[in-house]
């Protein structure tokens, strides 16, 4: 979910064909989720292997990834949640509430044989499981793709490895990255260039943007410190918010009182308890220095037999992506022995 910045962010529209070249570190999570909720048949009913076991997320990550690297030559480094903040229980409560009543809406829409309800109802019932993203894991190991363990958030770890020059951004549909650190994100990195609404059970056209936090700063006036008090007066996944404040009203907010600390006494006392623990969430985030961003040789044979034999993928579909990976992967060899040779 993130925070809710969008009316003052400063982006660039771009396509993917502007983003050649570049590296990202990418929330997988947030990938993964993506892939469970919209990749289902027309009742919403997810794609299942014989054994009943969900492959939506599977078949997702191998098409996009094999793309992204093959076709538009963006080279990808999925990040992984691990261990959320305590203060997050609150977040991940509402979010169970919330999908437990999308299942009943969805069995109630099934029930009158109304598949278009059904559907708009089913992507808000997707549950991410660790044994998913363990599934995940193995396919980009066999893919020659390379991950990274986050030791707490996702975002956090991403924003680290931007910041840090490992990746040239990190890549993520919230805003978190930002807070966390990041001096660039990519948002919206899809190659159907659309996003369904099911609060309205239609598609609407997107197009990635990317944001320069040296360039947001600068035109809203506030450096990231007070970007994260702007974003705790909105409430983050972390903490409430103050009701009735929106993304402008807490920019002029901070612009004119600098930190939440110089706010008047009224709206100070509505301020979330826990204001400082928040902000060290964003501010001093857990991460990891210990990973790679190396690519590996892509194992075919084993890719085939997990994804054809033991999980039902249709054999000319992996057989595609496994062709675009080698083909990336020899590319790229060829790009580090030219450069190798140069230096």
Partial sequence: MGVYLTPIIVKEV????QLRGRRLAVDGNGMLYEFLSLIRLRDGTPLKDRYGRVTSHLAGLVHRV???????????VLVFDGKPPGLKSKT?????????KAIREYKEALERGDTATAFSKAVMTSRLTPTMVEEAKKTLELLGVPYVQAPGEGEAQAAYMAASGSVWAAASKDYDSLLFGAPRLVRFLTISGREYLP???????LKPEVIEMSRMRQVLGVDREQLVDLAILIGTDFNAGIRGIGPKTALELIRRHGRIEELPEELLSRVDKNLNEVRQIFLNPSITSNYSVRYFKPRTTELAR???EERGFDRNRVETAMKRMEHFFERSRQSSLERWARS
């Fill in 306 to 308: 997990y994804l054809c």
């Fill in 66 to 76: 094999a793309r992204l690297l093959d076709d538009y030559e963006i080279d990808l």
């Fill in 92 to 100: 991940v409560e509402k979010r169970r509430i919330a999908r437990r």
């Fill in 14 to 17: 771009v396509n993917l064909k």
């Fill in 199 to 205: 609060s309205r059970g239609t598609f609407r056209s």
